[in-house]
């Protein structure tokens, strides 16, 4: 797709959005219902199935092809010391991710999804947001436009991660302006801050809400960052306009969704979670947003991961709807 050039590009973008196939949706439901087990016995598999099958506008969803995308930053409110890492760190992981040596690699491997790996101006990071905007409007459509042009059009279904030091920062604050509440509830640990780290996390963010308030659109992305942020919400709006179904990580990346949510919580219909983090905030923030996560295995990694194993999940219910035998193909006749 072509480049956002200006916010207006992005609501016109936005205004022209597909739904989802509502008859292949009753479609697919009324064939879980021909299977050989009781009514809703499957649970969430049947429900996921179903919601495959609407987006893809077929009855019978496959996934085929999985797209695993993560975009990686950096971020000037490190200068504040938030993370006990230097952010090094993330050019470093993005080499690993590259040469095979990460958690999301083996569960790539595992659940089949094709990774890319997509580092943003690693060496210029964000301005600090305690000081100033932390992207000018350039910026946000850079990032969003790199993160629309990354996704397969012909996949079946994308997933999306991040990595970057400092983005549990990042999200804690893009949170606390959206959905306002106290920010205390809306920081954890990171990657591995103490109670006096998270103690100064939150008089940072605390600066930065004081700086530049409540924003409830694009523009908090301008006002915190980070650029990984706002690619993941390029992508989101791309796979959106290809009608491809998005799982979306644990806490991080559903923070990045958030300003999307903030403009119209309908822009996420197509977006499933992951997995719950055990990042504190992200209970909060599904709830916030009505979501409801695939897995809870107290994961806080990031990078995709918790996306990557949920999508063994979606395929175990793919399976199920295409390939099991319907009550008439069996030969069982019901009371």
């Known amino acids: 797709m072509e480049k956002f050039t200006s916010l207006q590009m992005v609501n016109e973008f ?18 879980q219902n021909t299977l050989t087990k009781p009514p809703g016995s499957l649970g969430k598999l049947e429900d996921l199935a179903v919601f495959l099958a609407s987006w893809q506008s077929n009855e019978r969803p496959v996934v ?8 990686a930053g950096n971020h000037g ?3 504040q ?23 999301m690699n083996q569960l790539c491997s595992l659940s089949g999804a094709e990774l890319k790996v997509k580092p943003i101006l690693l060496e210029t990071p964000t301005q600090d947001f305690t000081q100033t905007e932390a992207m000018n409007l350039e910026e946000l459509l850079e990032a969003m436009s790199l993160g629309a042009q990354s996704i397969n059009r012909n996949a079946d279904i994308i997933l999306l991660g991040e990595m970057g030091i400092g983005n549990s920062t990042i999200s804690s604050a893009l949170s606390a302006s959206i959905f306002g509440g106290s920010i205390a509830d809306w920081v954890g640990a990171g990657t591995g801050s103490d109670q006096k780290g998270i103690a100064h996390k939150i008089s940072v963010i605390e600066a930065g ?25 390029g992508a989101i709006l791309a796979a959106r306009s290809a009608s491809i179904p998005v799982i979306l990580d644990g806490f991080i990346c559903t923070a990045a969704a958030a300003p999307l949510f903030a403009l119209s919580s309908s822009l996420l219909d197509h977006c499933i979670i992951g997995h719950k983090s ?6 909060k923030l599904l709830r916030a947003m009505n979501k409801k996560p695939i897995l809870d295995l107290d994961m806080r990694l990031g990078e995709g991961t918790g996306a990557a194993l949920a999508l063994c999940v979606i395929k175990a219910a793919v399976a199920c709807h295409n390939q099991m035998a319907t009550f008439e193909t069996a030969g069982i006749k019901l009371p």
Do not use: Y
């Open 81 to 103: 010391g938030v993370n006990p890492f230097p952010q090094e760190v993330t050019r470093r992981m993005v080499s690993n991710f590259e040469t095979g040596g990460a958690a």
């Open 64 to 71: 085929d092809l999985a797209q695993a995308i993560i975009f």
């Open 14 to 31: 936005i205004s022209i959005m597909p739904e989802k196939n509502s008859v292949v949706e009753a479609a697919a439901r009324a064939h």
């Open 209 to 233: 809400i004081a700086k530049h308030g409540s924003r409830t659109d694009l523009s908090a992305l301008i006002a915190f960052g980070g650029r990984e942020q706002a690619a993941i919400c």
């Open 278 to 283: 055990a990042e504190s905030g992200h209970e």
């Open 77 to 79: 409110v490190c200068k």
